[in-house]
C-alpha cells in the first residue's frame, strides 16, 4: 500500500485547508485510513481515522467540530477538511492506514502503512 499526502500549506488563524491522502496498491474493502500529526517537539498524535467505506469515523477531541474527515470512493483518496484553523494546529501531518478500522487504533503503532508527512502552518 502506497500513500501520498498532499494540500498543505501556510494559513492564517480562522483559514480552512483541506488535506488529501491517495492510497494506491492492495487496498481492502476492510481498509481504514487515519491522519496524524507530529509538531516540533512533540509526538506524533491522532487526528482523525475513517473506514474504507467511508461510513464510520472518529476524531481527537481537539479537533471535534473543527476537522472532517472523508473519503471519495472513485478517487480512492481521503480528505481531512480542516476549518477554524488555530496555531496549535501548526505541525507535519502523516496519512497512515491499517487492516480494518478500530475506534480504539489512536497510537501510531497501530498503523501499518505510512505515507510522506504534508506541512501545514497556521500563523495567528
Known amino acids: 500500500v502506497q500513500l501520498q499526502a498532499s494540500g498543505g500549506g501556510l494559513v492564517q488563524a480562522g483559514d480552512s485547508l483541506r488535506l488529501s491522502c491517495a492510497a494506491s496498491?492492495?487496498?481492502?474493502?476492510?481498509?481504514?485510513i487515519g491522519w496524524f500529526r507530529q509538531a516540533p517537539g512533540k509526538e506524533r498524535e491522532f487526528v482523525a481515522a475513517?473506514?474504507?467505506?467511508?461510513?464510520?469515523?472518529n476524531y481527537a477531541d481537539s479537533v471535534k467540530g473543527r476537522f472532517t474527515i472523508s473519503r471519495a470512493v472513485a478517487e480512492n483518496t481521503v480528505y481531512l477538511q480542516m476549518t477554524d484553523l488555530k496555531p496549535e494546529d501548526t505541525a507535519a501531518y502523516y496519512c497512515a492506514a491499517r487492516n480494518y478500522f478500530s475506534r480504539h487504533a489512536l497510537t501510531p503503532a497501530s498503523y501499518d502503512y505510512w505515507g510522506q508527512g504534508t506541512l501545514v502552518t497556521v500563523s495567528s
Open positions: 496498491g492492495r487496498t481492502d474493502s476492510t481498509f481504514a
Open positions: 475513517v473506514s474504507w467505506s467511508g461510513r464510520t469515523s
